[in-house]
C-alpha cells in the first residue's frame, strides 16, 4: 500500500505540459496509492468554485473524480495560489479539504504536513499579506465580487507578487529555523512534509535533541515544452521520491 504526497504543481491554462504530467500521472503511478495528498498549489490560482466555465478546474476535478473512483482516497490542503478552492470543487473532484497542519500516521513515526508558506516567517510582508487573506471574513467579502472582477484582482497581486520576488534575497523565501523547530516541538517532533518553497530536498533538522526528518516536495515545472514534476512515495515503510514525465 502506497501513499502518495504532491504540492506545488501550478496548473495553468498557458501551462498545457503540466496538465499532460498530471493526467499521466493520475492514470498511472497514481493508482498504486491507497491515499493522494495535494500539499497546495494544484493550481496556479484559484478564483473561486463558481468558475465552472474554467476547462482546466473542470477536467482536473473530473480527473481526480475517476481517480477516486479507483478506491485511492484524496486529499488536499490548500496552498497561498488556491486556498480559496472549497467544498463545491471538492465534491467534484471527490476530495477531502484538509486543515493546516494535519497530522498522519506514517510507519512508527508520524508526519506532519502543510503547504509550507506558514513557516517563510523571514517574509514579513508575505506573512501579512497571507494574514489577510486567510481572514474568512476577507475570503467571504471577496468571493462575494463577481468572478471577472476576482480575477482582475487576482492578476494584479500576481504581477505584484513576481515584482516583489525578484527584489527579494533569497533566504527569506526560505523556511525559517526557529518557525520549524516550534511547529515540530508543538506536534512532538514528527517527520514534516511540505512543499512551497521551490527547494526539494531531504533535511534532518535537531529539536531539543529529537532529529526529525524534513521532506520538501518539488515544483513541477515547464521547460521547452514538455513537462515534469516529482512525487513523494511511502511504500515498504520509507518514503522516496519518483520523477514524472
Ligand atoms: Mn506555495
New binding site residues.
Partial sequence: MQIHFIS?LHLSADRPALSAVFERYLDGPARAAARLYIL??LFEYWAGDDDLDDPLGTRVAARLAALADTGCTVFFMP???DFLLGTDFARRARLEILAEPTLIALGEHAALLC???SLCTDDLAYQAFRQQVRNPAWQAQFLAQPLAARKEIIAGVRMKSEEAKSGKAAAIMDVNADAVATLLRTYAFPRLIH??THRPAEHRVDVDGHVCERHVLADWREENGGGSGEVLVWADGALSRQPLK
Avoid: I, K, L, S
Fill in positions: 506545488d497546495g498549489d496552498g497561498n495560489r503547504h509550507g508558506d512543499g512551497h
